[in-house]
């Protein structure tokens, strides 16, 4: 269990802009995205939809999650958590898709960095795949079984 809160946490922490479709649920598929260039990604973000290793998480365990992001720094908490993830985040958009490296500096993850791309979809929305292993970046929006990727659609609050 407390791993699975630690992921949840590492995925949301990442603060990486990740979209969920207009009725909320994740698409494993790659979509072709609008990004508007005045996209900020401070603000708090509460993710929509969430498939890890295979696996949708369900709403009630979304609902407890909030990614907070302020310039290049996160903050991810969960509701009923005495503890939240702190960190920095770097973004290459010289490459697609666009990659995001997570460096968690407090917290359940302290010490750890996560790989991901994300996609804006537009100012409120976004997606991010994470490959919370850290070896590599993920390839494509997508979290298969038997994997540590961890794809999250985020909505802007």
Not at 4 to 33: E, H, M, P, R, W
Not at 73 to 85: F, I, L, N, R
Not at 96 to 108: A, D, H, V
Request: hydrophobic share 35%; aromatic share 10%; charged share 25%.
């Amino acid at each position: 269990m407390q791993y699975y809160c630690s992921i949840t946490l590492i995925l949301c922490l990442l603060s990486i802009q990740t979209f969920a479709d207009d009725d909320g649920k994740v698409s494993q598929a790659n979509q072709n995205s609008n990004e508007n260039a005045e996209f900020q990604f401070d603000g708090v973000w509460k993710p929509k939809g969430a498939i890890l290793s295979g696996v949708f998480l369900p709403p009630a365990v979304l609902e407890t999650i909030t990614l907070t992001i302020e310039k290049k720094k996160y903050e991810v908490t969960v509701k009923g958590e005495d503890h939240s993830d702190k960190g920095t985040f770097t973004l290459d958009e010289t490459v697609t898709p666009k990659r995001m490296t997570i460096k968690s500096e407090s917290g359940p993850n302290k010490g750890k960095t996560f790989l991901a791309i994300y996609e804006i979809k537009n100012a409120n929305a976004m997606r991010v795949c994470y490959d919370l292993s850290g070896k590599a970046f993920p390839k494509e929006f997508k979290a298969p079984k038997d994997t540590e990727l961890y794809l999250v659609g985020y909505r802007r609050q």
